[in-house]
Nanobody, 114 residues
Framework: QVQLVESGGGLVQPGGSLRLSCAAS????????MSWYRQAPGKERELVAG????????NYADSVKGRFTISRDNAKNTVYLQMNSLKPEDTAVYFC???????WGRGTQVTVSS
């Protein structure tokens, strides 16, 4: 059974930081490019960041470039999203995803508010 379990979300003030984790199981993690998506209320799920299988190449949405960093640890079957300089517009449920696998986890809520 494919499982993706996101964690690390919470309530943070503008300008603060959070580190999200996604623990993967049920597939060969190291063979899949990974990504983070987010979905705010009333909006479509959007791609935030992606990372290749080796971690050598990353890409980011313009809205988070320079503030967020995606990384992975293939030995731990885990992908991370370090979020710095958070803004209220970053508020959303954050999901990880493996390219080519349609299963999604429950996501983790990130709320940026003073």
């Amino acid at each position: 059974q494919v499982q993706l379990v996101e964690s690390g979300g919470g309530l943070v003030q503008p300008g603060g930081s959070l580190r999200l984790s996604c623990a993967a199981s049920g597939f060969t993690f190291s063979r899949y490019a990974m990504s983070w998506y987010r979905q705010a209320p009333g909006k479509e799920r959007e791609l935030v960041a992606g990372i290749t299988t080796s971690g050598r190449t990353t890409n980011y949405a313009d809205s988070v470039k320079g503030r967020f960093t995606i990384s992975r640890d293939n030995a731990k079957n885990t992908v991370y999203l370090q979020m710095n300089s958070l803004k209220p517009e970053d508020t959303a449920v954050y999901f990880c995803n493996a390219y080519g696998i349609r299963d999604w986890g429950r996501g983790t809520q990130v709320t940026v508010s003073s």
